[in-house]
T-cell receptor
């Protein structure tokens, strides 16, 4: 089944403790992206990647890192999480604009 | 800057048609999308329309695009309780190679039996 898999689905952590949210897609898509979803603010892009070793900032990249060492994986790294990064995170991949995006099921992160 | 606006709530009776509206500002958008989000779930692509089209129909879904007014609508025929969800309009913004989607805040559709 074609899908984007994110892990974990839920995560509660403490301020400053490094964490990684994994994202993997099995559709051989070149383009991948991370979004965060917040009430009243909608979905905002954090980072995106055009291909292996090609990443760039989205609209709200502060406090996040990404890597794209393999085509299928695009992890989101929070080196020192803070409470304002409490949010619902989505990973997505795309073949081209006409196909839209395929989204993962989301990761609900709470930073206390 | 780029912006997408939607009304926040819509309530319909089961069996009626639902019409969810969206306006956008970026006239260079090539694709416009409708996504559905059910509680606790991810975002599911429902349908999309290319900017040179006026209408697209897919089973119970009809998308209408008025490019002059930058207005997009999604009509769901014979709305069922299973259609209760948040519906997002999005446009293909993003400069250069960034296939960023610009999102509305979502319309919460409630279906009454």
């Amino acid at each position: 089944e074609a899908q984007v898999t994110q892990n974990p689905r839920y995560l509660i952590t403490v301020t400053g403790k490094k964490l990684t949210v994994t994202c993997s897609q099995n559709m051989n898509h070149e383009y991948m992206s991370w979004y965060r979803q917040d009430p009243g603010l909608g979905l905002r892009q954090i980072y995106y990647s055009m291909n292996v070793e090609v990443t760039d900032k989205g609209d709200v990249p502060e406090g996040y890192k990404v890597s794209r060492k393999e085509k299928r994986n695009f992890p989101l790294i929070l080196e020192s999480p803070s409470p304002n990064q409490t949010s619902l995170y989505f990973c997505a991949s795309s073949r081209d604009r006409g196909d839209g995006y395929t989204f993962g099921s989301g990761t609900r992160l709470t930073v206390v | 800057g780029e912006d997408v606006e939607q009304s926040l709530f819509l309530s319909v009776r089961e069996g009626d048609s639902s019409v969810i509206n969206c306006t956008y500002t970026d006239s260079s958008s090539t694709y416009l999308y409708w996504y559905k989000q059910e509680p606790g779930a991810g975002l599911q692509l429902l349908t999309y329309i290319f900017s040179n089209m006026d209408m697209k129909q897919d089973q119970r879904l009809t998308v209408l695009l008025n490019k002059k007014d930058k207005h997009l609508s999604l009509r769901i025929a014979d709305t069922q309780t299973g259609d209760s969800a948040i519906y997002f309009c999005a446009e293909s913004g993003g400069a250069g190679n960034n296939r960023k989607l610009i999102w509305g805040l979502g319309t919460s559709l409630g279906v009454n039996p």
